[in-house]
């Protein structure tokens, strides 16, 4: 049997930097995760915010996140084009890491923050969070073994915990448990939340491709980020590595009701703008729906949920992962202050009437975003390929500024 102050189920970046948080504050944790030690997830966010990355400086984590990601030259520019490698129609200059340390300033240098938002995807980001988690003496972190169940009365949490590789069943006393396992959390359910809101706005084919020769293919500075807008398929290039390795998001219209409505190849060549001999390899490929969905309840007594556990909408804008941080940070300084006696127990309602009606918000935020883009991709008009369209737009624009 183990006792820890709080056990947290699930250690993805939620996870770990709520242990960190707590650790930080000296209270002693364990983790659960059913994952391996180190084990990458799947390929999904790319951007950490500038308010988590002032959370993961308070940690002492910052700087080892900066250095990973992109390489430090790599451009962090958005770019809107009839495809990646076709006519440029608007660019949002963003320094690279090295830029930014060379203080090369872009459109987000007026933000008042010491760190700046960085891009990196989720394949680098959590290892870094792992090595630094498994470095704090105050953190046990089990891997390969999941949270089944819990018991609670008003002394405490007793969880029930299984070892993947043994089948063992282990018991962890806590004073508080928090469940960060995900979009399909079981703790939620426990805990007697349910996910309320729209529980499809969109489908989407990601695919995550080895394509060495796209680079050398791109007709300006390289982007960060890609909006493809042609009339045959827009959607969405983020480059993973900068280098070969590309994440190509391809939105199913209205109408396209199945994954399987359109032909995986043809749009990954119409949203790259390449012909049928261009070569890339699938790493990997997931067919997701895009929800928008928050839970009713974030806490049963001395249980709580945070992170994609708690909520759920679709990736537009980066706040998925950035907002469960967010969870991470307002409960642990509560629960900190809990355990060590200068608040009472009382502050800990404040986490859910802080959390629910923010994050209810940002559901919203999001799922219009994703609306505006549905609809506008499918207004592209032909013209927008027309050689010189997009100078003779711009001029008219400038016109109508008066500039
Ligand atoms: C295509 C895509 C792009 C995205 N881009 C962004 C972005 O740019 N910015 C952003 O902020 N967010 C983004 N997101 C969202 C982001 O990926 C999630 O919000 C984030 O991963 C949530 O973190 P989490 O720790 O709450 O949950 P998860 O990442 O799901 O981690 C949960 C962990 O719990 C473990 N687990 C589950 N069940 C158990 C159990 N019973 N016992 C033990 N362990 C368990 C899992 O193995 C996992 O490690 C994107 C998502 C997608 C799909």
């Excluded at 709080?6 to 944790?29: N, S």
């Excluded at 004073?175 to 079981?186: D, H, M, P, W």
């Excluded at 708690?310 to 941080?325: E, K, S």
């Amino acid at each position: 049997m183990i006792e820890t102050s709080v056990l947290i189920a699930g250690g993805g970046p939620v996870g770990l930097t709520l242990a960190m948080d707590l650790a930080w504050r000296g209270i002693d944790v364990t983790v659960v995760e059913q994952r391996r030690a180190g084990e990458p997830p799947n390929v999904k966010c790319n951007q950490i915010s500038a308010r988590s990355m002032e959370i993961l400086r308070r940690i002492g984590v910052a700087q080892k996140m900066r250095a990973a990601g992109l390489p430090a030259d790599y451009s962090n520019d958005v770019v809107s084009a009839t495809t990646v490698t076709g006519i440029e129609l608007a660019r949002l200059s963003i320094p690279s890491r090295g830029e930014r340390q060379a203080g090369v300033k872009g459109v987000d240098s007026w933000w008042p923050t010491p760190e700046p938002s960085h891009r990196i995807n989720q394949i680098y980001l959590e290892p870094v969070l792992f090595a630094h988690a498994k470095l704090q003496p105050r953190i046990r972190i089990l891997n390969r073994t999941t949270f089944e169940d819990y018991e609670q009365d008003e002394h405490g949490v007793t969880v029930t915990t299984s070892d993947l590789d043994s089948n063992e069943k282990n018991s962890v006393v806590c004073s508080y448990l928090v469940g960060c396992e995900g979009g399909k959390s079981a703790i939620r359910k426990m805990i007697g939340g349910n996910f309320v809101g729209t529980s499809e706005v969109q489908r989407v084919q990601s695919t995550y491709i080895h394509a060495p020769a796209l680079i050398g293919l791109l007709p300006g500075k390289p982007a960060w980020l890609y909006f493809s807008l042609n009339p045959r398929r827009c959607g969405t290039t983020i480059a993973i590595d900068g280098k070969e390795n590309w994440n190509i998001h391809n939105s199913l219209y209205h109408g396209e009701t199945e994954f399987d409505s359109v032909d995986r190849d043809w749009a990954i060549r119409e949203i790259l703008g390449v012909g049928p001999d261009f070569h890339y390899e699938v790493i990997s490929k997931e067919d997701w729906i895009a929800r928008r969905l928050v839970a009713d309840k974030f806490r049963d007594r001395r249980v709580f949920i945070c992170g994609d556990a708690a909520h759920l909408w679709i990736p537009n804008a980066g706040y998925g992962m950035n907002a469960g941080i967010a969870d991470a940070a307002d409960l642990s300084w509560m629960i900190a202050a809990t355990l060590d006696g200068w608040a009472g127990p009382a502050v800990l309602d404040a986490y859910e009437a802080e959390r629910q009606p923010i994050t209810e918000q940002v559901s919203h935020f999001t799922t219009n975003i994703a609306h505006k883009v549905t609809k506008q991709r499918r207004e592209v008009p032909a013209e927008v390929e027309w050689p010189g369209a997009c100078r003779r737009r711009h001029a008219r624009s400038h016109r109508q500024r008066g500039a």
